[in-house]
């Protein structure tokens, strides 16, 4: 990739020779060639000029109606906010459609769409563009300063393409800095690269499990992340470098923050964490010395992750404290100072997260709908870097709370529950599973813990008994779309606003459950045998059994408590009584339930029936057939 320094562009065409000039000719003619070093590696280097910047190929067009504007849709109105939404290359366009009375007048846009939209790590043409992109000689840097011998390196699935020429390229760095290290560590050990190309739950989390089966001492993780803090290896991330205009980008953030001088916070996704300081000091640039407005920026956590003491949670099951709605502050890691997907800011004192307004730089991906549930009570823009436009309609994004409180207030009609363990690896998914249990138990609800890589529908069709399943994974895969599945599939905050009674949803919304493991389920124990109105059944409802079982039974009886349950189940189930409104309690009674229940095992004491030899040998020929055919 050409590297543009005033109007001239420099770009690497390989490693330096004779025919270094010839190169330079051929890929730009009239170019300059020279033999520079990089890294300490001589390489071929042309000078050019740079010439006009050539846009993304947009070819694809593509209609959007602005809604219905009826009488008062003209041309030229349309027009303007169609040019104004889909600016530049993108050529947008607007015209009135009516369909029936003028009272049906909708504005149309057309515009044309980027079939080809940049990513962080994009097609890589030379070394040099490689290195940079997947960051060999810091990632070996790491590798060396810790010793490490074994390291995984974990990809997603769209970077596989790139594994063996960036374990080719890490390899060649190592073995440059062993040699440069040889006086002082002769007996430096070859360290062994592992590429992971399958991970047992989500991609953005370091596979800690994976690792393990190759003894790795450390992993580097490449592409997107959720940055969520490891239980037992240290990581390296390399985040990828997202191509991104910086003119058109500090234009778009002037243009909210500038007129009024309203407070805004920029996130972005962590591939432009790269671009970012470029982009404070161009947007300096541009308010200049007088105009000082409130932009504050946020900044990447960390890049190297250690799970030392200090820093992880604990696995280990500890007391809980403090209550669910009491706790005001997630999200946050001090005063005033908030974190979230890996991404840390720290606000003025006094000011609030409601008084920005959000300015989000990046792809509308997990990260992205993170933030707006998050940070559902601010205004929220998004700059949609790979088309070099903004986005300021977030109503699908906000649709979703709607359908997560739909799914809340059904989990509260639920009897069995589920809990779905989506990582193995994040710091603290123990405790988690356990306040969960707790939260579970207290509310009168059976629950089973089911451990199965990532869900799908036809996995959780095998657990048709289970009304509600929990979710307990990285904040950015927590929100599973269950509209295929048979039960819903919901988050460990929904459940705790479900199975808590008397705590009502403020609004405020908590994707990440390392924030709740301090919240105390206490208020289910209390309210438990209180009847509620179920939005759903329209009418008051009983959470308790007012036989007493409430699943306890089956906990008292050790190893057979299963079968000693249908046992009971199977003798009461002549009396429609038996089970309170033909609802079961646990698996055990919804097995009886079933029309079928598996193979009949008869218990009658008779011997087993004498088994028979079948044939032998080859199926051209068994050794019956043989002896058959000798004998005619």
């Not at 991104?244 to 972005?268: E, M, Q, T, W």
């Not at 057979?560 to 046992?567: F, G, K, M, Q, V």
């Amino acid at each position: 990739m050409p590297m543009v320094k005033g109007d001239v562009c420099t770009e690497d065409v390989g490693t330096c020779g004779d025919d270094c000039s010839s190169r330079c000719a051929s890929a730009h003619p009239g170019a300059q060639a020279a033999c520079v070093l990089n890294s300490n590696i001589p390489v071929c280097r042309c000078y050019f000029d740079c010439g006009p910047s050539v846009p993304p190929p947009y070819s694809k067009t593509c209609k959007l109606s602005l809604g219905i504007w009826g009488e008062r849709c003209s041309e030229e109105d349309c027009n303007s906010q169609c040019a104004a939404k889909y600016p530049g290359p993108q050529q947008g366009m607007g015209y009135c459609y009516s369909v029936g009375a003028p009272v049906y007048t909708s504005c149309f846009c057309e515009y044309k769409k980027n079939l080809f939209p940049l990513s962080s790590f994009t097609v890589i043409h030379s070394a040099m563009d490689l290195e940079s992109n997947y960051e060999i000689a810091p990632t070996a840097e790491f590798i060396q300063s810790n010793k490490f011998t074994r390291v995984a390196l974990q990809f997603p699935d769209e970077l596989l393409k790139d594994a063996v020429r960036v374990v080719s390229a890490l390899r060649d760095k190592l073995r440059t800095l062993r040699e440069s290290n040889a006086e002082q560590n002769d007996d430096a050990p070859e360290v062994g690269l592992f590429v992971m190309a399958d991970t047992a739950y989500g991609s953005c989390c370091v596979d800690e499990v994976g690792a393990s089966h190759v003894d790795a001492d450390a992993v580097v993780h490449y592409g997107h992340t959720c940055l969520s803090p490891t239980t037992t290896l240290p990581a390296f991330f390399v985040f990828g470098k997202t191509p991104i205009s910086v003119p058109d980008c500090v234009k778009n953030l002037s243009h909210y923050a500038l007129p009024n001088g309203r407070r805004v916070l920029v996130l972005f996704g962590l591939d432009y964490a790269h671009s970012i300081q470029n982009i404070r000091e161009k947007f300096a640039e541009v308010c200049g010395a007088e105009s000082k407005p409130e932009v504050q920026y946020a900044n990447v956590i960390c890049s190297v992750m250690n799970p030392s003491k200090g820093r992880k949670i604990s696995n280990e099951v500890q007391g809980t404290s403090g209550s669910l709605t009491d706790n005001n502050s997630f999200g946050t890691v001090s005063a005033n100072t908030y974190s979230i997907g890996g991404l840390v800011w720290k606000l003025p004192e006094g000011h609030k997260m409601d008084d920005y307004l959000l300015f989000w730089i990046g792809s509308n991906n997990s990260a992205f709908a993170n933030i707006v549930l998050t940070y559902n009570g601010c205004e929220i823009v998004r700059y949609d870097a790979s088309e070099c436009s903004m986005v300021t309609d977030l109503s699908q994004q906000r649709k979703i709370l709607k359908r997560r409180y739909y799914l809340m207030e059904k989990a509260k009609d639920a009897n069995i529950v589920g809990i779905l363990v989506g990582t193995l690896g994040v710091a603290g998914y123990l405790n988690m599973i356990h306040q969960m249990k707790v939260l579970i138990t207290g509310a009168g609800k059976k629950v089973y813990t089911l451990v199965m890589g990532r869900p799908n529908p036809a996995k959780l069709a095998n657990f048709p008994e289970c009304d509600i399943f929990i979710y307990v994974s990285c904040a950015q895969t927590a929100l599973l779309d269950s509209k295929e599945y048979l039960a819903p599939v919901i988050t460990p905050f929904e459940a705790m606003l479900a199975f808590n009674r008397g705590c009502q949803w403020t609004g405020e919304y908590v994707m990440e459950f390392r924030d709740l493991i301090n919240s105390s389920p206490v208020e289910s124990r209390n309210f438990s045998e209180e009847a509620r109105f179920s939005f759903l059944q329209g009418g008051y409802v009983e959470d308790f059994d007012p036989q007493g079982r409430n699943g306890t039974e089956e906990d008292k009886e050790g190893a057979l408590a299963l079968a000693n349950a249908t046992e009971k189940v199977l003798q009461l189930r002549d009396n429609p009584n038996s089970i309170v409104k033909g609802t079961a309690k646990s698996g055990a009674e919804f097995l009886a339930t079933r029309s079928y229940q598996g193979l009949d095992i008869h218990y009658d004491g008779s011997l087993p029936e004498p088994y028979f030899i079948g044939r032998s040998g080859r199926a051209a020929g068994y050794e019956d057939e043989k002896i058959g055919h000798e004998k005619s």
